[in-house]
């Protein structure tokens, strides 16, 4: 953590991590630095983790994250709707469409209680700062 915070200030760094055990160490240790919890099991065929994706609040509330970071196929659930009820943040993995990205951020900025903290992607240079704005809500 010591490296990280040296180069970057604590209000542009996040920790996930799929194990609560993990983000309670991080607060602990580094209690400025935001965490969120990691939805979205890479093996779909494993219902029992998927139900636990789906419906991830048991786990958020052990981690005691900042935000939920679900897999992008997670939003198809219906997952923001309680999310935003419940005020929690969302950090969506990984969307590498620019057209989708858009859409993420429109349907969040037309709620009346966004809670999209940002989208993740693997190709960042698609995007640019257009997509997001002057005041972005990217993560470099």
Not at 8 to 27: C, E, K, W
Not at 70 to 89: H, K, N, Q, S, Y
Not at 123 to 128: H, I, R, W, Y
């Amino acid at each position: 953590m010591s490296l990280v915070l040296g180069a970057r200030s604590p209000d542009r760094v996040f920790v996930t991590s799929f194990q609560s055990g993990i983000l309670q160490t991080v607060q602990r240790l580094a209690p400025e630095v935001g965490t969120g919890l990691l939805a979205g099991a890479r093996n779909w065929r494993a219902v029992r983790r998927l139900v636990a994706d789906a419906f991830p609040w048991q786990g958020l509330d052990q981690s005691q994250a900042d935000f939920l970071a679900p897999a992008r196929p997670l939003l198809a659930t219906g997952l923001a709707t309680p999310a935003r009820r419940r005020g929690i943040l969302l950090l969506v993995w990984t969307e590498n469409d620019p057209f989708e990205v858009r859409r993420l951020i429109r349907a969040d900025d037309l709620s009346n209680e966004p809670n999209l903290l940002g989208v993740v992607c693997e190709c960042p240079q698609l995007f640019g700062r257009s997509l997001l704005g002057a005041g972005g809500r990217g993560l470099d």
